[in-house]
């Protein structure tokens, strides 16, 4: 087990750069997500710390160790691919024991590793030890495919093969658990049901796990810490809640979920401390985030938005007329774009059963709570 | 003093032991690779090229022991001229050379062709008995093409009977004259096509079938998926085969070495002649010089075109292949794939016929059968028959170590260096090679002219493309992830392959080895100018008793090599097929 750390990380290419200076810092027993649209470095970084690329500069501690100049195979880094790359030429069982086969290979007597490579080489050539006998099972049973041991791994469903690329990283006992988009060859509900299982894996584990992926959802919803990257550089680290509610800029606001950003010009601060931001003549709302900027961005979130159903609750700051132009309805939530002072705005409310839906063309008046509204 | 050596001795142990770990042991292999290239391929073509200046034999290896060597190399090589190269503008040189590219690439269009429906055939369709016909494909690869050339005489000669037939219809004079261009043609489409077909049925296996459901899915009809979609998926390896063809037929010397008539000027034969004729040393080095400029050409045409194309990949995802199972297709089919088979088999068919007759002279059929002639071959010639599946067997070792070590490092490292290399000996004529051999081994310090290992070695360097095309093709769609799997598992990069890429390419090293196999057995050009006596393989008897005009058992003996080679290509089919997912 160890936590990784990367210092500086810079990958050129003959003709590209695909990391600018990556630094991380991922604790012991860690899950940390690597987000961000593809190009940005997430996979590239990645595939430095396995030991596939060699980086241009720059450190990769993993545990306390220096593992710069450590071959791929000697870096104990447990992969889980994209693509599962199971091999096909080998049956689960097989598959999962590969690691420790190897092992075997490269110690003990030369009568030994002779055996063993017989038994790399076709299963018919020699029996897997009891050991790894054991621990094989043990990691399919823990992944719930110990009745499949015997399949070919091209007999199994993506969900399967996906868990049999888990058992054999897993199997290695590694002190670090890499994760390449794993979950984006399986359907939806498949996906979540991972995201779980993976997610209760580490847990249980209590296993470094750096997750490469593009989907915000999933990185939201299974790691400890994300880091959004973009162009080969992180933009921002922070715990998922962190990210969402606070994000640096208007690039991880967006990435990390649906945002309505305006471009706003800081007028003063009011008597209770509050920055009042002008977006439109119109439209002047004040923000409990501080700023030394006097030109931001600022963004309120879809869910942030109240509308003011009763006539009777007084609201004054913060209380803007809107005309609903769409209404959407998700199921456990509605949708509507609305436009305020000619901006298009974006609003997600509860389904309330006893409600009635607006309609396109309703004058509504909306709430924008100033915790709400983010200045960055 | 002693105690410091003794302190300086364990010391310079570590030292060496670590600087053994460092070594990279793929690294070495890329090495060992390199230097079998260089002394069996490099060097002799050196030598050759320098011959055709100095018209005289050049000893270069023995130049970096030998002072006195160097010396007499460097008299010769001060007098090297371009005198020879004048018989170039010349008449036989140059027409022999027009000839050559005309049948060349008439056989490679024709083949391509004919192989287009068949591959399809074999790839896509449910057409029924395939597994025959795919064997019966296969068959005429095995066959040397001076024995096809001997059926032919029987079919097509004088007295031939498939002539008898053409005039006991009414017909006048001869249906096809066994010695012309036109035989010589048929007889390459007939017997070369299965070196086109079978990469063909792979190029069309590993086009991506989802690409084409997407295509239907779009509202395209069948017909117009398979011209736009999987047509041009497939062109990579059809004009690769292409190009196999062209050489193959540009380079044929069995064929036109009995059947070309004497107007009819090839530039193989020439270059035969000039050697075992007149040891012409200069003439012949020309010759070769100017083959392998051809080759060369057409060689780096097939890289422009395919240049910009992607393979298809087979990655640790499994895929599912949907067959044309349309009735009109696959009985259309059928008939055209029967039709193909029909002269090739009738010329085996008839070898066959004389290798059990007393005497074949005028008539449909031999007038009367005895196995005399078996019994001859089996009491006279049971070690060539040793000697042809030792000589083949060491060839193959030596082609797929080599092969798969360079299709890994050309595919994965891009050793562009070493693709080139290994691609050299599909430009140079076995006769070339065998000349070159000769030459370059034939004094110290690296005699080895006239022994059975260089013999295996030209045959492995002859055979070493096909090989390794074979190999490259399933490397490529082995997707590096796999490998990366297998590396971050704790395999180095060496056992990575040993374990997972080389099993994985098994159906390629598989179908490979069978043809370098099955092409060794049957090689004549080669074994013709380096077998030496005491091993004698089967395919130089064959060629000797045609020659002294023993043809009853050299029939027999050809339908033995048939016989041997159908046996071992359905064990090694066998062995693959367990090996397939």
Same mark, same amino acid.
């Given at each position: 087990m160890g936590s990784v750390q990367v210092k500086n990380l810079v990958k050129k290419y003959d003709k590209a750069i695909a990391l600018k200076g990556v630094d991380l810092d991922i604790k012991e027993g860690e899950f940390y997500a690597l987000l961000g649209p593809s190009g940005c470095g997430k996979t590239t970084t990645m595939r430095c710390i396995a030991g596939f690329e060699t980086p241009t500069s720059g450190e990769i501690l993993i545990g306390d160790k220096v593992v710069n100049n450590v071959p791929a195979n000697r870096r104990n880094c447990g992969m889980v691919f994209q693509s599962y790359a199971l091999f096909p030429h080998y049956n689960v069982f097989e598959n999962v024991a590969y690691s420790l086969t190897i092992r075997d290979l490269y110690s003990g007597s030369l009568g030994q590793r002779i055996k063993t490579f017989g038994r790399l080489m076709s299963k018919r050539l020699g029996k897997p030890t009891k050991e790894i006998e054991k621990k094989v099972q043990d990691a399919l049973d823990y992944v719930e495919l110990g009745h499949l041991a015997d399949r070919g791994v091209n007999e199994l469903s993506g969900g399967q093969q996906q868990r049999v690329a888990l058992a054999r990283a897993l199997v290695m006992e590694p002190s670090v658990l890499l994760m390449d988009e794993p979950l984006s060859n399986l359907d939806k509900k498949l996906r979540n049901t991972m995201r779980t299982t993976i997610r209760k894996i580490q847990q249980d584990l209590k296993i470094t796990t750096i997750f490469v992926t593009h989907d915000q959802e999933e990185a939201m919803s299974m790691a400890d810490h994300v880091a959004v990257m973009r162009d080969g550089e992180i933009v921002q680290m922070a715990t998922p809640t962190e990210l969402y509610s606070n994000p640096k800029d208007p690039f991880v606001a967006d990435f990390v979920g649906s945002s309505n950003i305006y471009k706003g010009q800081v007028l003063k601060k009011n008597e209770k401390g509050n920055t009042v931001v002008k977006i439109t003549d119109e439209i002047v709302l004040e923000s409990e985030t501080h700023t030394d900027k006097s030109e931001v961005e600022v963004l309120v979130r879809p869910e942030g938005i109240e509308i003011i159903r009763e006539a009777s609750t007084p609201k004054t700051e913060n209380v803007v007329e809107a005309k609903v132009k769409v209404s959407t309805y998700l199921g456990p939530t509605i949708r509507y774009d609305i436009e305020l002072d000619g901006m298009d705005v974006m609003v997600e409310e509860e389904f309330q059963p006893n409600t009635a839906l607006y309609k396109e063309g309703d004058i509504i008046k909306v709430h924008l709570p100033s915790e709400r509204v983010l200045l960055i | 003093m002693s105690s410091v050596n003794q302190d300086k001795q364990p010391k310079k142990d570590t030292k060496f032991r670590g600087w053994l770990r460092t070594i990279d042991s793929l690294k070495v292999m890329k090495w060992v690779v390199y230097l079998f290239f260089f002394l069996f391929l490099v060097l002799p073509l050196v030598s050759v090229f320098l011959v055709s200046f100095t018209g005289q034999p050049v000893n270069l290896l023995g130049s970096l022991v030998n002072p006195d060597i160097m010396a007499t190399n460097i008299e010769r090589l001060s007098n090297a001229s371009f005198e020879h190269y004048s018989l170039l503008l010349g008449g036989t040189y140059f027409s022999a050379l027009q000839n050559s590219l005309a049948l060349a690439i008439g056989v490679s269009i024709l083949v391509i062709l004919m192989c287009i429906p068949l591959a399809y055939a074999f790839a896509r369709t449910t057409m029924p008995y395939k597994k025959t016909l795919a064997a019966l494909c296969t068959i005429p690869l095995i066959v040397p093409t001076f024995i096809s050339a001997a059926g032919f005489i029987i079919m097509f000669g004088r007295t031939g009977w498939v002539n008898t037939m053409y005039q006991s219809l009414g017909f006048d004079g001869v249906l096809i004259d066994a010695y012309s261009m036109t035989s010589i043609v048929l007889i390459q489409v007939f017997f070369f096509f299965p070196f086109a077909l079978w990469p063909m049925v792979a190029a069309f296996k590993i086009a991506d079938i989802s690409l084409e459901e997407a295509s239907n899915n779009m509202g395209a009809k069948n017909w117009s998926t398979m011209v736009f979609i999987t047509f041009p998926l497939a062109i990579p390896g059809i004009i690769s085969a292409a190009l196999l063809i062209f050489t193959v037929s540009f380079s044929d010397f069995g064929t036109p070495i009995i059947l070309a008539p004497d107007g009819l000027n090839l530039i193989v034969v020439e270059a035969y002649r000039e050697i075992?004729? !007149? !040891?012409n040393w200069a003439g012949a080095s020309i010759l070769t010089i100017v083959m392998v400029a051809v080759a060369a050409i057409f060689f780096w045409l097939q890289r422009y075109v395919t240049k910009n194309m992607d393979y298809g990949t087979l990655s640790g995802k499994p895929k599912g292949t949907k067959l044309n199972d349309s009735k009109i297709v696959t009985r259309s089919l059928l008939v055209f794939t029967i039709l193909v088979l029909v002269l090739p088999m009738s010329a085996i068919f008839s070898v066959l016929l004389q290798s059990f007759a007393t005497t074949w002279g005028t008539g449909l059929l031999p007038r009367g059968f005895t196995m005399d002639h078996y019994a001859t071959v089996f009491t006279r010639s049971g070690d060539n028959i040793l000697n042809s599946i030792l000589l083949a067997g060491g060839a193959l070792i030596i082609s797929v170590i080599v092969a798969t070590l360079v299709s890994y490092f050309v595919v994965r490292e891009n050793t562009s260096k070493l693709d080139f290399m290994s691609s050299i000996p599909l430009i140079v004529p076995g006769i070339a090679l065998g000349i070159a051999y000769i030459q370059t081994f034939n004094t110290a310090p690296l005699q080895l002219t006239g022994t059975a290992f260089l013999l295996i070695v030209a045959y492995a360097v002859r055979r070493m493309p096909y090989m390794i095309r074979s190999t490259m093709g399933t490397m490529m769609a082995i997707k590096s992830d796999i490998e990366e799997a297998a590396v971050n598992l704790g395999a180095s990069k060496l056992v990575a392959i040993i374990t997972v890429v080389g099993p994985l390419m098994l159906p390629g090293i598989a179908a490979g080895s069978i043809l370098v196999f099955v092409t060794v057995i049957k090689e004549t050009s080669i074994t013709v100018l380096m077998a030496p006596s005491d091993w004698a393989p089967m395919s130089l008897m064959v060629f000797q008793n045609l020659l002294r005009g023993e043809v009853y058992t050299a029939s027999a003996m050809a339908m033995l090599i048939i016989v041997l080679v159908i046996i071992l290509q359905t064990a090694a089919n066998k062995i693959t097929k367990n090996s397939l997912y």
């Open positions: - | 075992s004729g !007149f !040891f």
